[in-house]
């Protein structure tokens, strides 16, 4: 049987499994690398151009899967503690946590090690 030692730091902000889960796509493993620099997407307009983050129409224009396909993939990838949603009208902009990825990648690293 095995046995993760999940310290307090990770999780307080993901369920490793959930992760892992989310992170067994390879889309979904390309959107998180594509929201690493906002240059991936177009410009954002003039009125969200202060927000953090991608709209997830920009994700999913990008992606070339359908709505409800990113929708899904993004609601796996929030609900894993990966990325953080804001919204802002009509508008669903997506950021990348990257405390969090930054500590399921130490965890895994001691864990497995």
């Not at 983050?53 to 929708?71: N, R």
């Not at 949603?85 to 969090?100: A, I, L």
Request: charged share 20%.
């Amino acid at each position: 049987m095995l046995t993760f030692n999940v310290n307090i730091a990770i999780s307080r902000y993901m369920n490793i499994d959930k992760t892992m889960s989310a992170l067994n796509n390879p889309a979904r493993r390309q959107i998180l690398i594509w929201l690493k620099d906002r240059d991936n997407f177009p410009p954002a307009l003039p009125e969200h151009a202060d927000l953090a983050g991608v709209c997830v129409g920009y994700i999913q224009e990008k992606a070339g899967l359908s709505q409800s396909t990113i929708s899904t993939y993004m609601k796996l990838l929030k609900d894993a503690g990966l990325v953080v949603s804001e919204r802002h009208g009509q508008w669903t902009f997506y950021r990348r946590d990257e405390d969090v990825i930054a500590a399921m990648i130490t965890q895994l690293s001691k864990d497995l090690q």
